[in-house]
């Protein structure tokens, strides 16, 4: 079992730099890839970026190069989100979650079907 608290959402202005932070319980943290994702009102829930078990390999949407920077600490078990010049268009929920079906691979999955765990979700809204 994995938990995931995503924290520092909130508002924004446009071009800020907040940092999204996500706490995962469950001692096989450190072993699975993690991965965030954002949901707009209206839109399809979409990959922003994505991080090996070891940190090796990261992977990002097109949308967020760049601007956006995934990271872990595997002692800490927790995962971050940089996010940078931020723009209106980056509102949305973000979310955290985990691939436990693998482990200790630098696959990085980019879907939503392939994470099985996911945090409760933090709000961005970037104001203009």
């Known amino acids: 079992q994995v938990q995931l608290v995503e924290v520092g959402g909130g508002l924004v202005q446009a071009g800020g730099s907040p940092r999204l932070s996500c706490a995962a319980s469950?001692?096989?943290?450190?072993?699975?890839?993690m991965g965030w994702f954002r949901q707009a009102p209206g839109k399809e829930r979409e990959f922003v970026a994505g991080?090996?078990?070891?940190?090796?390999?990261?992977s990002s949407a097109d949308s967020v190069k760049g601007r956006f920077a995934i990271s872990r600490d595997n002692v800490k078990n927790t995962v971050h989100l940089e996010m940078n010049s931020l723009r209106p268009e980056d509102t949305a929920v973000y979310y955290c979650?985990?691939?436990?079906?693998?482990?200790?691979?630098?696959?990085?999955?980019?879907?939503?079907?392939?994470?099985?765990?996911w945090g409760q979700g933090t709000q961005v809204t970037v104001s203009s």
């Open positions: 469950g001692r096989t943290f450190g072993s699975h890839a």
């Open positions: 991080i090996s078990w070891s940190g090796r390999r990261t």
């Open positions: 979650a985990a691939d436990t079906r693998q482990s200790f691979t630098d696959y990085v999955p980019d879907r939503s079907y392939e994470y099985d765990y």
